[in-house]
T-cell receptor
């Protein structure tokens, strides 16, 4: 069975700090895709970034970056120089190649204080 | 606006009534998904369509729930004989249908309250 764990329920930082969100995906599949979504207070899920399990390099997209440790199936998603507008719930949502659906974690609530 | 749209945004109903929600996907997207989200939880998968074919249904989708996508464009989700436990945000998403790396884009959701 596949399991998605976002161990951090809530994180609070001060503006301009870097913040890292964790996600662990337990699966027997060797190929999978992991998506990160942001859900601000308005409620709409916004796609942020996608990572493939077979990518060797860590990626950076603007203020977002992430680090993948294949041995532990652990994805660390980092927001650099956080801003108040980054306050939201962040979900990781892995998907296997043959599955249509994504399986969402329970989310991490990030609060960025001015 | 070419994003995913959902209607209505809010629905309040009495227990036992039937409700229907509509989702219009991004125009060139072949796949359409329905999820349900309750407070403090991540979205839970309900069902998805490839064009007009319903390819997968979750065990969460009891016989009171039915979804259709008759012409492969918009979709409807109907809940019959609503119960208080059906109160949730119902989310629709669409994607191109690219094998594997398919990215789902979500609509604003329909918040259902069953009194």
């Amino acid at each position: 069975a596949q399991k998605v764990t976002q161990a951090q329920t809530e994180i609070s930082v001060v503006e301009k700090e870097d913040v890292t969100l964790d996600c662990v995906y337990e699966t027997r599949d060797t190929t999978y895709y992991l998506f990160w979504y942001k859900q601000p207070p308005s409620g709409e899920l916004v796609f942020l970034i996608r990572r493939n399990s077979f990518d060797e390099q860590n990626e950076i997209s603007g203020r977002y970056s992430w680090n993948f440790q294949k041995s532990t199936s652990s994805f660390n998603f980092t927001i650099t120089a956080s801003q108040v507008v980054d306050s939201a719930v962040y979900f990781c949502a892995p998907k296997t190649p043959y599955a249509g659906k994504s399986t969402f974690g329970d989310g991490t609530t990030l609060t960025v204080k001015p | 606006d070419t994003g995913v749209s959902q209607d209505p945004r809010h629905k309040i109903t009495k227990r036992g009534q039937n409700v229907t929600f509509r989702c219009d996907p991004i125009s060139e997207h072949n796949r359409l998904y329905w999820y349900r989200q309750t407070l403090g939880q991540g979205p839970e998968f309900l069902t998805y369509f490839q064009n007009e074919a319903q390819l997968e249904k979750s065990r969460l989708l009891s016989d009171r729930f039915s979804a259709e996508r008759p012409k492969g464009s918009f979709s409807t989700l109907e809940i019959q004989r609503t119960e208080q436990g059906d109160s949730a945000m119902y989310l629709c998403a669409s994607s191109l249908g690219t094998p594997g790396t398919d990215t789902q884009y979500f609509g604003p959701g329909t918040r259902l309250t069953v009194l």
